[in-house]
């Protein structure tokens, strides 16, 4: 940096904005700070206030901007003090911009000026360009909404930059074999990806997708956008292409070429000279110049997974830009490079149909995960205008663990929003009468949205019938043959009239007359009239194979499988009535009969994927909201164990649901479940009757304050165990806090990250604790002053059995275990695995020969002691005798 003139340094700086603030968010603030005073760059102290006072990216921006402001030398301190922070803080952000910079160079000013200033063209290319620019403007300055249905008929724009909230776009190269619904299953991809945004992934802004890739070390020549469907795959290539345009990055491109796979479907074969001008024939008289210089294109392709190509990214032959051959080939041999070698391509996709094809041809792999917390916020309020109203939909929202949960996926926010502001639209106060009104479940939120369309056109109750009939079977088709788009041969094949102005509130349009294509507007919305129109229309058989649906092991039908049971609740269905006439009870009887079957069917199942096929049917309890059905499938049985398998915050929400449901459940175990700090307050509410919780093996680390309200609630809880979880002195705090209220018995805390800074707060509750009669602390590091504490505590409680094995114990800290002795309960101790010489032996015997109860001393051999040394002390007690002789044979 020091090389570089002012100019230069400033330049480099603002150019990794983004980047830098992200990485102040991200990593520990005192760390930096110290850093930064260290190396006189400014006071901490002056700041450190202010960071304790501010959210989100406020201080991160303030630190930013002031080190810009107080010049060169402050910005390279600045950086030598992240170049310093690595080794102790290896954020991914922080790593990918440092070796970008390192790799990089001497040509790091130019690679700036050439994204911003873009290459010198002659006359007639430039004008070419500034047409081209112009017509993308057009295309990309507005985000097109719709409205809420019956308030008109047209969408809405908005411009883009007004309208547009931040997306988390996140490195991966992760792509699942599906085994349930990707929806919730990016959903539990997305709680992680919030607790690894600090330590393990790297945070991609669209500026970044095509600069140094440190992961694939090189820069990316083709890159992949994986995410859901309406996670905003499509809006985020628009404001890319958006940005571009108006000059905020990337000018090192001089042409970008946008196509969505739907709209070149029906294109046959095509050379790609053929292809560009089919969308921009303006180009015509220079596409010749402009293919000219391949290092100055970039093509991006949205939505790989509506490409009726089959495309084999392992192989090309296309080489050139005049020959014709189908879409497939043109797109693979771009990828590949065969085709305009130095060009750059983007192509979009579910995750879905990544497992399908060969994606390590793609230099970068990203996935766009949706919003975070406070970009929610900022959606509702962006939508409904109003600060009050914002406010308290998004407050219902948050309290709702499923409809909150989905909230990370832009499209499922926009129909939140609009199935609230039809709830509020002319009511002069919303009162808390209102707000319990409100839809409940996922089910219920979209009979509200269906039955507003309904309300607000002018429709008979046959002639709604009808249509709702061939709307929904034309869905179903599409859920169970993975089919997104459909065009006029379809709508023709299932007698769906798209020219009715209802028909239109449910399905888009795209491409021009008479090659139109059309899609529901949005997957979830698909799966619902999918499961409606067995409601509308019953037919035991027809019901009984899409029932048989949930066999497919893609993860296909589950929601769709949730609407149906959903809609066999009276209550959640009884909305539509009014519109479409009675909804057949029968189809409900026959859905919950399905239910009970299932659920008998798993009640014992072992394998990991029986249980996530038994957790998927509860899915489906819940949406019913019928607790008495699902304590009737539950049955008698007293214990509920779901090992090894994952469970996200709806799962842990849905466990809620079915143990509250129950009163007969007392044992629980969830071990090696990834249960996250959410997932353990979705649970919390049904804990109050289990006697016996296993949380083991789930990385409850920073849950300290949900399991202490878990335990506070329960007083039939017995036994507790909270192994292998990462758990340390905030954790322990707040545990140790309502211990002595607790009913515990047995506890274990071992394989922990528990040090002796604890033992004061383990002392305390222990020593106000009249329950405990067995505690294990083993695989822990207790030694040092305050284990004092911890033994003094012991000393005087109710336990009878103590696990210390390896807890870090010396000789030096071994005269503290006396004290034991006076323990009149303790029968069992265990101090194997510690390093405990002869030196120490004293204090053994002393403990053993003092004690009145102790008669067993687990593994005793694993002391660095001779055995026949130990044998004597414990045989000088003789209520230690037939212990020996039975550990090793003799008397």
């Not at 020219?499 to 979830?524: A, I, R, V």
Request: hydrophobic content about 35%; charged content about 25%.
């Amino acid at each position: 940096m020091h090389k570089y003139q002012d100019s230069s340094v400033r330049m480099i700086y603002e150019y990794y904005k983004d980047d830098l603030i992200n990485i102040l968010k991200n990593i520990d603030t005192h760390a930096i700070l110290r850093q930064l005073s260290e190396k006189n760059v400014l006071n901490a102290e002056n700041y450190m206030s202010i960071a304790n006072e501010c959210e989100g990216d406020v201080f991160p921006a303030k630190l930013y901007q002031d080190i810009l402001e107080l010049g060169r030398e402050a910005v390279i301190g600045f950086w030598e003090c992240l170049y310093a922070l690595q080794k102790d803080y290896p954020n991914p952000d922080l790593l990918a911009v440092l070796d970008e910079i390192n790799h990089t160079g001497e040509h790091l000013v130019h690679q700036i000026l050439l994204d911003k200033h873009g290459h010198l063209l002659d006359p007639d290319l430039k004008a070419s360009q500034n047409e081209h620019k112009q017509h993308l403007l057009k295309k990309t300055e507005n985000l097109v909404e719709h409205r809420p249905p019956g308030t008109t008929l047209e969408p809405q724009e908005f411009y883009l930059n007004e309208r547009y909230v931040n997306l988390i776009v996140v490195s991966t190269d992760e792509f699942r074999e599906r085994p349930q619904n990707e929806l919730k299953q990016t959903g539990a991809k997305h709680e992680e990806c919030l607790k690894k945004m600090k330590t393990g992934l790297e945070h991609i802004f669209p500026n970044k997708l095509f600069r140094w890739n440190h992961q694939s070390q090189c820069v990316p020549h083709a890159v992949m956008v994986s995410g859901v469907p309406g996670i905003g795959k499509t809006t985020l290539v628009q404001k890319f292409v958006y940005d571009w345009v108006t000059g905020k990055h990337y000018q090192r491109f001089a042409f970008v070429f946008f196509f969505r796979f739907r709209d070149l479907n029906r294109l046959g074969e095509v050379s790609l000279e053929d292809m560009i001008l089919h969308q921009y024939p303006y180009l015509e008289n220079q596409i010749g110049s402009i293919l000219e210089h391949p290092e100055r294109l970039l093509f991006l392709f949205d939505g790989l997974d509506e490409s009726i190509q089959q495309m084999d990214f392992r192989r090309s032959k296309l080489s050139n830009s005049k020959v014709k051959e189908n879409l497939g080939e043109i797109v693979v041999s771009l990828v590949r490079q065969r085709l305009l070698k130095g060009c750059s391509i983007m192509i979009t996709s579910r995750p879905t149909k990544l497992t399908s094809i060969d994606t390590g041809v793609f230099q970068r792999i990203a996935e766009i995960m949706g919003f975070l917390y406070g970009d929610r916020l900022i959606y509702f309020k962006k939508h409904f205008g109003n600060e009050e109203l914002s406010e308290k939909a998004f407050q219902y929202v948050h309290e709702n663990d499923t409809l909150y949960t989905f909230c990370y996926i832009p499209s499922y926010c926009w129909i939140i929003c609009t199935v609230l502001s039809m709830c509020f639209r002319d009511q002069p106060t919303i009162n808390d009468t209102m707000m319990t009104s409100l839809p409940k479940t996922v089910t219920q939120l979209f009979v509200t949205f269906v039955s507003n369309i309904l309300a607000n056109h002018s429709q008979t109750e046959e002639g709604a019938r009808e249509l709702l009939t061939s709307i929904g079977l034309m869905a179903e088709h599409g859920v169970m043959n993975h089919m997104l788009v459909f065009d006029k041969r379809h709508l023709e094949s299932f007698s769906v009239t798209h020219d009715n102005h209802l028909s239109s509130c449910f399905l888009m349009e795209s491409g021009q007359p008479p090659e139109l294509d059309y899609t529901f507007l949005h997957l979830t919305l698909q799966e619902f009239f999918a499961a409606l129109v067995h409601f509308i229309n019953y037919s035991p058989d027809k019901l009984q194979k899409s029932l048989n649906c949930d066999s497919y092991k893609d993860g296909r039908a589950e929601i769709f499988l949730q609407f149906l049971c959903g809609l066999s609740d009276s209550s959640s269905r009884s909305m539509l009535k009014s519109h479409v006439g009675k909804l057949s009870t029968q189809a409900a009887r026959h859905v919950i009969s399905w239910i009970k079957e299932k659920i008998e069917k798993r009640q014992t199942s072992t394998s990991e994927e029986e249980k996530r096929a038994l957790l998927n049917v509860f899915h489906c309890l819940k949406e019913n909201r019928n607790k008495d059905l699902a304590s009737q499938c539950l049955g008698s049985r007293t214990r509920f164990e779901l090992f090894d398998v994952p469970l996200n915050p709806i799962d842990c929400s849905v466990l809620s649901f079915i143990l509250d449901s129950s009163e007969k459940i007392e044992e629980l175990s969830l071990n090696e479940c990834r249960i996250s700090a959410e997932g353990v307050r979705k649970l919390l509410p049904a804990l109050h009757g289990i006697k016996e919780l296993s949380l083991a093996h789930n990385n409850l680390h920073g849950s300290g304050t949900d399991l202490a309200s878990g335990i506070r609630n329960n007083q039939t809880l017995k036994t507790l165990d909270l192994s292998h979880n990462n758990l340390e002195g905030p954790d322990i705090s707040e545990l140790m806090e309502v211990l002595p209220t607790s009913q515990i018995e047995n506890l274990d805390l071992s394989h922990n990250k528990i040090t002796e800074e604890s033992c004061t707060d383990l002392a305390s509750g222990i020593r106000n604790n009249k329950t405990l009669r067995k505690l294990f602390l083993d695989n822990n590091n207790l030694e040092g002053p305050h284990f004092r504490d911890l033994m003094t505590a012991l000393s005087t409680s109710q336990i009878e059995t103590l696990c210390l094995m390896k807890i870090g114990l010396t000789d030096e800290y071994v005269p503290l275990l006396v004290p034991l002795s006076e323990n009149e309960n303790l029968i069992e101790l265990d101090l194997s695995s510690n390093t405990i010489s002869e030196a120490a032996l004293s204090h053994i015997r002393e403990l053993i020969m003092k004690s009145s109860s102790l008669k067993k001393i687990e593994s005793f051999q694993a002391y660095n002691l001779d055995n026949r040394t130990f044998l004597y002390i414990l045989g000088q007690k003789e209520s230690f005798h037939q212990e020996w002789q039975n550990q090793f044979g003799f008397g």
